[in-house]
């Protein structure tokens, strides 16, 4: 798709708003928090009554983040003038609190950079170019004129680093260095964003690959790895990150394609994809009922796990067939 950025229409919402609630993704990322946060920081220095939400609330590994401790894990009460969606490419991505506030909103503003993003709500910030959504939040700021605090700078550098896995990806430009320099100079430490939300996971995340990677498989070009209820419940893990599987799955440079399996308490399954450029999954997760990007998608799909395998299998050898 391409950019639809509604920049006027975004500025004219905020105009007339004071109480704004902000919400993102469920199971969310470096790219989620640091939106939703930075975000949320800049419009307070803006004295907006800001409200930020996200099933769950924040994981441990972002909670240095600024306000991170406010962020609320539902929502019980309250009505706002405008809801801003960050990094959802869909109305159900946002979850419980997502749809709690936009049956008390009176706006929802769209704003992501997933190319798969369906356009729901009635402003959109979507721009599918940039490499993470506080890219888009970046961008925001600097078209009202913002300048950005440490604080807010810490959170944007946080998905710039995390969705691009460390400016590893293909989407990097000259361009994305340019705002991490502008990050830089606000004060944002990239050692420190760096460590602390893309490089440092707990021991559990070890015991977790000890018990999954005897099921990892190279097949076809495809690596894949299942993480069942009973791993995460013999050893304790049940809310433990997997330590970024996928990722190092998707290094072995005999793969195309990788994609790790787990198994949800509902016995639902999430799938996590990767690939390497030149192909794509991003297509692929969409028509599962999910979405991405070209190079990393995902999407939960109805069990059993046996079921759900055989169902992505053939789609994943598919794309490997079709090089983009
Ligand atoms: P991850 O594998 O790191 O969880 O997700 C990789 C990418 O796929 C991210 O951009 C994420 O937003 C997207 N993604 C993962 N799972 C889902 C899903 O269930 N639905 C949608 N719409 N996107 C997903
Ligand atoms: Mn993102």
């Excluded at 490419?89 to 992501?112: H, M, P, T």
């Excluded at 996928?246 to 787990?262: C, Y």
């Excluded at 308490?265 to 599962?288: H, M, Q």
Aim: hydrophobic share 45%; aromatic share 4%; glycine share 8%.
């Amino acid at each position: 798709m391409t950019a639809r950025l509604q920049w006027a229409e975004a500025n004219a919402a905020l105009e007339g708003a004071r109480k704004l609630l902000i919400v993102t993704h469920v199971s969310p990322d470096g790219d989620a928090i640091g939106s939703m946060l930075g975000l949320a920081a800049a419009l307070r220095e803006r004295d907006y009554k800001v409200t930020t939400a996200v099933d769950g609330g924040v994981p441990e590994f972002l909670q240095f983040l600024p306000a991170a401790a406010r962020v609320e894990h539902r929502l019980k009460r309250g009505h706002w003038d405008v809801m801003i969606s960050v990094d959802a490419s869909d109305e159900e991505r946002s979850g419980i609190c997502g749809a709690f506030g936009r049956a008390r909103s009176q706006k929802v503003i769209n704003l992501d950079h997933h190319p798969t993003n369906t356009l729901f709500g009635d402003v959109h910030l979507v721009m599918p170019e940039a490499v993470s959504s506080t890219e888009v939040v970046y961008e925001w700021l600097v078209r009202l004129g913002h300048p950005i605090s440490q604080p807010v700078a810490t959170a944007l550098l946080t998905g710039l680093v995390t969705d691009t896995m460390g400016f590893r990806t293909s989407n990097v430009t000259a361009g994305t260095l340019g705002i991490v320099q502008k990050l830089m100079e606000a004060g944002a430490s990239l050692t420190d964003v760096t460590a602390r939300a893309l490089v440092a996971k707990p021991y559990t995340s070890l015991e977790l690959w000890k018990r999954v990677l005897p099921s990892v498989k190279l097949e076809q070009r495809i690596i894949s790895a299942v993480v069942t209820q009973a791993d995460l419940t013999t050893v304790g893990l049940i809310d433990v990150t997997d330590g970024g599987l996928v990722s190092l799955l998707a290094s072995v440079q005999e793969a195309v394609v990788a994609v790790v399996f787990k198994e949800t308490p509902e016995k639902r399954v999430e799938i996590s994809l990767r690939c390497k450029p030149g192909y794509d999954v991003g297509t692929v997760a969409f028509g599962l009922g999910g979405g991405g990007h070209k190079q990393a998608a995902g999407a939960t799909i109805d069990g059993p796990l046996e079921a759900a395998i055989a169902r992505v299998m053939p789609l994943l050898q598919a794309a490997v067939a079709a090089p983009v």
